[in-house]
T-cell receptor, first 113, second 115 residues
């Protein structure tokens, strides 16, 4: 059965710390991996990763995919309280006629002042 | 507003009642998805449409659930004879299939509480 597993499930850090969130997957017909940030509203898109070893960056956030290890990491440097959220990893799989995302259970990040 | 819109934001109902949720996707997005999210879990896929055609349904979608997208624009998700186990956040997402990335953009969800 296809699955996506995230670790840790929860994390508490202080402002200024750097955090690394992990995502591993076992999915047939992998197409791409996506990261979303979910506060008390809609999950908002962060990154889409399709190729191994190419880092995507957006400000203090960065992510990379390792297709050999079937995993991805999301790094957040110099964390701020506004980074507190649930970070969701999802894998897009299947043929071009499908668009189903398989999500992990999420990592809840709390950044303390 | 060009985001995905869902209504209502919250719905409280009694067990056995029927409920209907609406999703308005981003304009011109031809793919629309429904997911269900329970506390402490990631969203689970329910079904998806390309234009008005429902192309895939999860086995999670029992015969009490039905989704429509009659004109290929907005969609409705109906749950008949609700059960307490249906309590969850129902998320809608949309994407443009022609885009190489086919990124799904989510609405804020409808939170259902079945008493």
């Amino acid at each position: 059965e296809d699955k996506v597993v995230q670790s840790p499930l929860s994390l508490v850090v202080h402002e200024g710390d750097t955090v690394t969130l992990n995502c591993s997957y076992e999915v047939t017909n992998f197409r791409s991996l996506l990261w979303y940030k979910q506060e008390k509203k809609a999950p908002t898109f962060l990154f889409m990763l399709t190729s191994s070893g190419i880092e995507k960056k957006s400000g203090r956030l960065s992510s990379i995919l390792d297709k050999k290890e079937l995993s991805s990491i999301l790094n957040i440097t110099a964390t701020q309280t506004g980074d507190s959220a649930i970070y969701l990893c999802a894998v897009l799989h299947g043929s071009s006629n499908t668009g189903k995302l398989i999500f992990g259970q999420g990592t809840t990040l709390q950044v303390k002042p | 507003d060009t985001g995905v819109s869902q209504n209502p934001r919250h719905k409280i109902t009694k067990r056995g009642q029927n409920v209907t949720f609406r999703c308005d996707p981003i304009s011109e997005h031809n793919r629309l998805y429904w997911y269900r999210q329970t506390l402490g879990q990631g969203p689970e896929f329910l079904t998806y449409f390309q234009n008005e055609a429902q192309l895939e349904k999860s086995r999670l979608l029992s015969d009490r659930f039905s989704a429509e997208r009659p004109k290929g624009s907005f969609s409705t998700l109906e749950i008949q004879r609700t059960e307490q186990g249906d309590s969850a956040m129902y998320l809608c997402a949309s994407s443009l299939a022609q885009q190489a990335k086919n990124i799904q953009y989510f609405g804020a969800g409808t939170r259902l509480s079945v008493l």
